[in-house]
């Protein structure tokens, strides 16, 4: 049974440099979630998809974010032109959609990819 | 704004007696309520939730218990082991929402079972 992939682990770049991330949810898992985290603090909501469809984006991903999940399996976020504020833990994560008689699904998360700027 | 609140940072319990972690929110509409436990340099694991229409939910030695009257919710660890040792999160969610159940989570509480 394998988890929720991020890859790379680790990003330490300059800024002013484009970066991007990727996530390979749990196979049967239709949705897919970005988060962020800082130290300190708990994960924020970034984004989610539904299969292929981005359905919701919070007002922390400014236009120099992007995130794409284009066969509805793994997703990339990219962020342009990355700051100093972007430097933070990006995590993954991803559930089914309750079935029938299930309210909810939990959320399964990777281990993330932590931004350094330098 | 902070809608969920763990208001310590952390706890310090000998091992074998019960770890009581609490957790407070303040939107009224949520109905989908998690802990997480994570240790360094990992992901967020997920331990165990729990519907609005319900007010405890048992997984062995966790147990959350949900008081929507108070919008508190605490988990209990009985018997504490060593290994449990984590920061644990509290979360919550809507699952009527246009944003799909995404979670908003605590500050997290450092929990440490010593020997």
């Known amino acids: 049974d394998t988890g929720v992939s991020q890859n790379p682990r680790h990003k330490i770049t300059k800024r002013g440099q484009n970066v991007t991330f990727r996530c390979d949810p749990i196979s049967e898992h239709n949705r897919l979630y970005w988060y962020r985290q800082t130290l300190g603090q708990g994960p924020e909501f970034l984004t989610y998809?539904?299969?292929?469809?981005?359905?919701?984006k919070s007002r922390l991903l400014s236009d120099r974010f992007s995130a794409e999940r284009p066969k509805g399996s793994f997703s990339t976020l990219e962020i342009q032109r990355t700051e100093q504020g972007d430097s933070a833990m990006y995590l993954c994560a991803s559930s089914l959609i309750p079935g029938q008689g299930a309210r909810s699904q939990p959320q399964h998360f990777g281990d993330g990819t932590r931004l350094s700027i330098l | 704004d902070q809608q969920v609140k763990q208001n310590s940072p952390s706890l310090s319990v000998q091992e074998g007696r019960i770890s009581i972690l609490n957790c407070d929110y303040t939107?009224?509409?949520?109905?989908?309520f998690l802990w997480y436990k994570k240790y360094p340099a990992e992901g967020p694991t997920f331990l165990i939730s729990i519907s609005s229409i319900k007010d405890k939910n048992e997984d062995g030695r966790f147990t959350v218990f949900l008081n929507k009257s108070a919008k508190h919710l605490s988990l209990h660890i009985v018997p504490s082991q060593p290994g449990d040792s984590a920061v644990y999160f509290c979360?919550?969610?809507?699952?009527?929402?246009?944003?799909?159940?995404?979670?908003?989570f605590g500050k997290g509480t450092s929990l440490l079972v010593t020997p």
């Open positions: 979360a919550a969610s809507l699952v009527n929402s246009n944003s799909g159940y995404a979670l908003n």
């Open positions: 939107n009224s509409m949520f109905d989908y």
């Open positions: 998809f539904q299969n292929e469809a981005q359905l919701e």
